[in-house]
């Protein structure tokens, strides 16, 4: 059974930066594709960045430059570094594997 916990997330000033982890447990994710998704209070949830393995990465326009994505296989782990943080990065953050299984979100609030 795939379990995805995410973690990292919090109340940060705009400007800020935090780092969400990602924790994998039930599958191997290095043959998989990797990703977050956020979801803010009354939207669509929406694909935030995406990584495989083999060096594919994919940013969501709104946070090229500022979100990296990375991933250590050894550990099973995920993470996303978001540095200068806005107001309109407030959402749930989820990790999923894109094939289904998504992790309960984390939630980031930026506010001064």
């Known amino acids: 059974q795939v379990q995805l916990v995410e973690s990292g997330g919090g109340l940060v000033q705009p400007g800020g930066s935090l780092r969400l982890s990602c924790a994998a447990s039930?599958?191997?994710?290095?043959?998989?594709?990797m990703g977050w998704y956020r979801q803010a209070p009354g939207k669509q949830r929406e694909r935030v960045a995406s990584a495989s393995t083999g060096g594919r990465i994919n940013y969501a326009d709104s946070v090229t430059g500022r979100f990296t994505i990375s991933r250590d296989n050894a550990k099973n782990m995920v993470y996303l570094q978001m540095n200068s943080l806005k107001p309109e990065d407030t959402a749930v953050y989820y990790c999923t594997d894109l094939l289904g299984h998504w992790g309960q979100g984390t939630q980031v609030t930026v506010s001064s």
């Open positions: 039930g599958r191997q994710i290095s043959p998989y594709v």
